[in-house]
């Protein structure tokens, strides 16, 4: 087994930016692809980025945060980041980091552990 505790979430004005973190503990060498998606209001829940944590290939990300969101892991501290700059009110949502023990892919069902969650709030 795998948790995962999100933390990091709060309120933000438009263009702010917001670091969260996942501090993954347990059976962790088991996990091959770690990532964060987030439901925003009205929608399905839906993948942000995701990073393959093992080998050191390029991460993927949503269309619609490219070039503003960042993923990154410590390996030594077992976290995952995702930095969030120029914040719009369309990111508001949810956010749940989340790991799967095969390779990496954007489709939420594919995912096996999942944190609780952390709010993100962008106000215009």
């Known amino acids: 087994q795998v948790q995962l505790v999100e933390s990091g979430g709060g309120s933000v004005q438009a263009g702010g930016s917001l670091r969260l973190s996942c501090a993954a503990s347990?059976?962790?060498?088991?996990?091959?692809?770690m990532g964060w998606f987030r439901q925003i209001p009205g929608k399905e829940r839906e993948g942000v980025a995701t990073?393959?944590?093992?080998?050191?290939?390029?991460?993927t990300y949503a269309d619609s945060v490219k070039g503003r969101f960042t993923i990154s892991q410590d390996n030594a501290k077992n976290t995952l980041y995702l930095q969030m700059n120029s914040l719009k009110p369309e990111d508001t949502g949810i956010y749940y980091c989340?790991?799967?023990?095969?390779?990496?892919?954007?489709?939420?069902?594919?995912?096996?552990?999942w944190g609780q969650g952390t709010q993100v709030t962008v106000s215009s």
């Open positions: 990073i393959d944590t093992h080998i050191h290939s390029t991460p």
């Open positions: 347990g059976y962790t060498f088991s996990t091959h692809c």
């Open positions: 989340a790991a799967r023990s095969w390779s990496c892919t954007m489709l939420v069902g594919f995912f096996n552990y």
